[in-house]
């Protein structure tokens, strides 16, 4: 073959590859997607039992087809403080095993269907309008880029199975420390098992890998290397997320050390060789094998010993006595935005912290007052300087997720969240003005009567019924009739006792038993405790629309 025809056939197979990891992206991003919160929903249910948590590990990256991005995540939940590490370790050993589920849909020869799934799901995603019928779309589109793909890799590979360089290259591949090593840094490289096991089965398919010995160590190699993504997504995070990119990596380590001396001193390849003959399904099939035996095998052998693992990781990075708080977000982390659905459900638990700041910011500030305490007003201050931080960072989170393609519900939860971070924000610097309030009162050694104080107590009590009332709705995202009712019959009667109150005052100014001083710091609380209200109201009802339909008449 002359020069030229070998540059086409390269540029072909570039192209081929290009193909496989773009449908395997939209294959996976399609899954995750249309699982959207059920997904959510089972990651939220992981238990400090490991085994449970294995199964758990093998269902979502069976669904995002990428044990990389599941290592990610791991790290990304830790980081954000949602998950320990003995929850960690066993979804760790779970993405092991679903990340083989590619490499089984590869190893099926359906080419003759291909162009189907790939018409079908451009039919679906060009004339359906709705998002949530579209993933379907590209989860079959994707499903036949990935098999097009490796087909024309395949294809025009196969000149270097006709080529004795590249043959004694692939035959060297058979020593163990090479074919490892070989397979470590690819994998590292483009940060994907599933990818790397694809393309060795393609150079099989082509001829240039000729046994299953020549690919066994570069299979187990490949499972080390993709532990480079949790080891990135662990830079800069906090102390658990880096024990468990640690223990990620040890667990790979152990397993390929394992498997390595298996495959040498005991008939590894010949047994897969008996009951999958390579003159029968291929070298590329028995690649598939080897990379889910290599997988069941390790979760079997390691899984067990996964508290020993975990002493380990300790002993090299051991626990930090305290780790100094400081101010940011919990829940938030980039890390999780590679997987939508998750981020959003990051987002409504960031904005429950926000909420529950601006109840504690409300509380303190209407304590100083009545206890004419000034000791509080510092304390406001403090929590405001964190609720401001919080609203940026959940807006710029927010505006983050608007640019991924998710699914219609949660674009509106996230239009829900960030109209409701906007009134918690303004609670909170209504609580600044009470304790403005609080200071000018005691400076100025004003005192209300009996009766004033009465119906502060009355406005305040009121409030905090709409406080906690709106704040349940909101946080449960749940327009319960009872909970509605509440909040709207409890604001009707705030502004009611604001306006019979505001009167009561100026009566008490016109008997002369309160100052011009005392009716202004006592209609700017008022006003304060209105606002307060209108704001809880504001909460409480920035549901979804559908979540509203059963208390829209009555609204």
């Given at each position: ?32 997607l ?9 990651l939220?249910?992981?238990t ?10 093998v ?7 990428s ?17 320990e590490?003995?929850q ?5 050993f ?8 590619t ?6 020869d ?6 189907i ?13 709705k ?9 079959a ?15 025009n ?16 591949l ?5 074919g ?11 940060q ?10 393609a ?5 240039v ?7 066994v160590f ?14 990135l ?21 152990f397993?390929?050390?394992?498997m390595?001396?298996?495959?040498i ?7 897969i ?24 095998a390790i979760?079997?052998?390691l ?39 998750m ?11 926000l ?5 504690k ?12 305490d ?7 201050e403090?929590?405001e ?23 219609d519900?949660?674009?509106?939860i ?9 009134d918690?924000?303004r609670?909170?610097d ?11 009162m005691?400076?100025?050694?004003i ?5 004033a104080l009465?119906?502060?107590h ?13 704040f ?11 909970l ?12 009611d ?6 009167e ?8 002369g ?5 005392n ?9 304060a ?8 109201d504001?909460?409480a009802?920035?549901?979804?629309r ?10």
């Amino acid at each position: 073959m002359d020069a030229y025809s070998i540059v086409l056939k390269v540029i072909m197979a570039l192209g081929g590859l290009g193909l496989f990891l773009i449908g395997m992206k939209n294959m996976g991003e399609g899954l995750e997607l249309a699982a959207g919160s059920k997904l959510r929903n089972l990651l939220e249910k992981i238990t400090s039992n490991k085994f449970i948590a294995m199964l758990v590990g093998v269902l979502v990256t069976g669904v995002i087809q990428s044990s990389s991005a599941t290592d990610a995540m791991v790290v990304g939940f830790a980081n954000a403080g949602l998950m320990e590490f003995g929850q960690a370790i066993g979804v760790l050993f779970g993405a092991k095993i679903g990340t083989t589920v590619t490499s089984l849909l590869l190893a099926i020869d359906i080419k003759s269907f291909v162009p189907i799934f790939i018409f079908l799901g451009a039919i679906v995603i060009t004339f359906f309008k709705k998002n949530n019928y579209k993933y379907y779309g590209q989860i079959a589109a994707g499903f036949g880029m990935l098999f097009l793909g490796l087909s024309l890799m395949s294809e025009n590979l196969k000149w270097m199975g006709e080529s004795e360089a590249f043959l004694s290259i692939a035959d060297k591949l058979s020593f163990p420390l090479l074919g490892l090593f070989v397979g470590i840094i690819f994998t590292g490289i483009i940060q994907s098992s599933s990818a790397s096991v694809g393309i060795l089965m393609a150079l099989a398919s082509a001829g240039v890998i000729t046994s299953l010995d020549q690919a066994v160590f570069v299979v187990f190699g490949f499972n080390v290397g993709a532990c480079s993504a949790a080891i990135l997504s662990s830079l800069g995070a906090n102390r658990t997320a880096k024990q468990i990119s640690l223990s990620n990596l040890l667990i790979s380590c152990f397993g390929a050390i394992i498997m390595t001396l298996v495959a040498i001193f005991l008939p590894f390849t010949d047994i897969i060789n008996y009951f999958l003959p390579a003159k029968t399904v291929g070298v590329a099939a028995q690649i598939s094998a080897a990379h889910i035996i290599f997988n069941i095998a390790i979760t079997v052998i390691l899984l067990p010993c996964s508290s020993l693992i975990m002493k380990i990781t300790k002993l090299i990075l051991p626990d930090l006595e305290e780790e100094k708080e400081k101010m940011g977000t919990v829940y938030l982390d980039n890390r999780i935005l590679t997987t939508p659905p998750m981020a959003v459900r990051q987002v409504e638990k960031e904005c429950e912290r926000l909420s529950s700041l601006a109840r504690k910011s409300y509380d303190m500030a209407i304590k100083g007052f009545f206890d004419r305490d000034l000791s509080y007003t510092e304390k406001v201050e403090k929590n405001e300087k964190v609720i401001d931080y919080l609203t940026h960072e959940i807006t710029r989170y927010i505006v983050k997720i608007n640019g991924l393609d998710i699914v219609d519900e949660d674009r509106k939860i996230m239009g829900v969240m960030y109209k409701a971070i906007q009134d918690l924000e303004r609670i909170g610097d209504h609580a600044e003005n009470i304790t403005e309030c609080t200071k000018r009162m005691i400076d100025s050694k004003i005192y209300f009567t009996d009766d004033a104080l009465n119906e502060l107590h009355q406005l305040d009590a009121l409030v905090i019924k709409m406080i906690d009332c709106g704040f349940e709705m909101f946080n449960t995202q749940k327009a319960t009739p009872t909970l509605a009712e509440t909040v709207v019959d409890t604001e009707d009667e705030l502004d009611d006792c604001c306006n019979i109150f505001k009167e009561n005052h100026i009566k008490r100014m016109n008997d002369g038993l309160c100052t011009a001083e005392n009716g202004t710091i006592f209609l700017e609380l008022l006003s304060a405790f209105e606002r307060v209200g209108d704001h809880a109201d504001n909460v409480a009802f920035s549901l979804p629309r559908k979540k509203l339909v059963s208390y829209a008449n009555d609204r």
